[in-house]
């Protein structure tokens, strides 16, 4: 039988404190806009860059990706929407997208609340094509913004390395 002596458990508490220091936490964060008197919020899980490279890495071009970490990233809106090309009930969908070099579609999902891996394509609602813009100096952690530009008319834009990705939205009445 192995035994412990004083200075063995030390050195295997420090280890495994040192192991446990490189995992890396993706904390929950939250984006939300009042546009026309409706509230529409996204919550997600905001994995950060850690020196590794993002897009077309971490992250694989042409693959469905839940952008954040630990439960899918989550939409909820008070009021019906118009994303690009798609008309969205008021409601709680999650969002998933597909990012390109040159080209993100986004899609939104009739599921909410399941891991972030777990996408089923069949409870896809629908897709619409993302606008796409390098930035200027790189974000470390992954961001969702909601923006108000003013009247019934937004923008979802995510944000993380050097990539925007974005769509804007109208509140419908």
Same mark, same amino acid.
């Given at each position: 039988?192995? %035994?412990?002596?004083?200075?063995?458990?030390?050195?295997?508490?420090?280890?495994?404190?040192?192991?446990?220091?490189?995992?890396?936490?993706?904390?929950?964060?939250?984006?939300?806009?009042?546009?026309?008197?409706?509230?529409?919020?996204?919550?997600?899980?905001?994995?950060?860059?850690?020196? %590794?490279?993002?897009?077309?890495?971490?992250?694989?071009?042409?693959?469905?990706?839940?952008?954040?970490?630990?439960?899918?990233?989550? &939409?909820?809106?008070?009021?019906? &929407?118009?994303?690009?090309? &798609? %008309?969205?009930?008021?409601?709680?969908?999650?969002?998933?997208?597909?990012?390109?070099?040159?080209?993100?579609?986004?899609?939104?999902?009739?599921?909410?609340?399941?891991?972030?891996?777990?996408?089923?394509?069949?409870?896809?609602?629908?897709?619409?094509?993302?606008?796409?813009?390098?930035?200027?100096?790189?974000?470390?952690?992954?961001?969702?913004?909601?923006?108000?530009?003013?009247?019934?008319?937004? *923008?979802?834009?995510? %944000?993380?390395?050097? *990539?925007?990705?974005?769509?804007?939205?109208?509140? &419908?009445?």
């Amino acid at each position: 039988m192995f %035994r412990f002596s004083g200075w063995s458990a030390v050195l295997v508490f420090l280890l495994a404190g040192c192991a446990a220091a490189q995992r890396y936490t993706s904390p929950p964060a939250s984006a939300t806009v009042t546009i026309a008197g409706k509230r529409i919020n996204v919550d997600y899980y905001a994995p950060s860059m850690h020196g %590794r490279k993002i897009m077309g890495y971490l992250v694989p071009y042409g693959e469905v990706w839940c952008p954040g970490a630990n439960v899918a990233t989550g &939409l909820a809106t008070a009021a019906d &929407l118009q994303f690009g090309t &798609l %008309r969205l009930p008021k409601g709680t969908w999650s969002i998933w997208a597909i990012p390109g070099p040159k080209e993100w579609t986004l899609i939104v999902n009739k599921q909410s609340g399941q891991h972030h891996l777990d996408y089923d394509s069949a409870e896809d609602f629908g897709r619409t094509k993302m606008n796409l813009r390098t930035l200027a100096a790189p974000v470390e952690t992954l961001r969702f913004e909601l923006i108000s530009n003013g009247g019934n008319k937004g *923008t979802l834009a995510l %944000r993380w390395e050097t *990539t925007e990705a974005s769509v804007p939205f109208t509140v &419908l009445p």
